[in-house]
């Protein structure tokens, strides 16, 4: 029954299955609470509510595989992060996959040489959707240090990134960190920066 309009909405209860829209009046009425209001919010308190596309969110950010590919000095803090000091098996990804169609995230650990710009989107085309890029290191995210035509300025100019790290080399604390913001992203329903960049063009 939908609660009737002469009831002030602010006295309304605030449990959660009425936030989650179930428009009973006997939910919504705030007195004189009944045995079958009781017995509801005891179900409220023993069940977990969620939405579809929160529950895969959640799934997606718990079993993130990335794909294993090093280019330099960074790829080394980032080998560093599943030993048992960093331990990011914590996350779900104890598993760097050495098939691109098994991973669904990239971490471009160092420079980028042009002539390995081709093998780098080869390997980001063969991964499945969807899928996530963090650019790891000054080298990655801008050319760092080497501003001359051998290194590709930004690894963004070939693969759409998600998350940029900072540093020179970047600790693993600040790998973990970046990978920490971008759950935190697909948690809150950002998409993933292909699709954004796609929707853009
Ligand atoms: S950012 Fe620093 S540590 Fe990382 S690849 Fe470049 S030079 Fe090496």
Redesign the pocket.
Known sequence: MALDKSVDQSRASKRPLAQAGLQSERLLWPAKKGVFEEEVEQMEDALGLTTLEKAVAWAQTKSMWPATFG?????I?MMSIVSSRYDIARFGMEKFSSSPRQADLMIV???VAHKMAAPLRQVYDQMLEPKWVIA?????SSG???NNYTILQGVDKIVPVDIHVP????RPEALMEGIVRLHEKIMAGVPPAYQIRGAAS
């Open positions: 280019l330099a000095c960074c790829a803090e650990s160092g420079r790891m290191g000054a080298c990655a760092g240090m080497f540093g020179c080399p970047p």
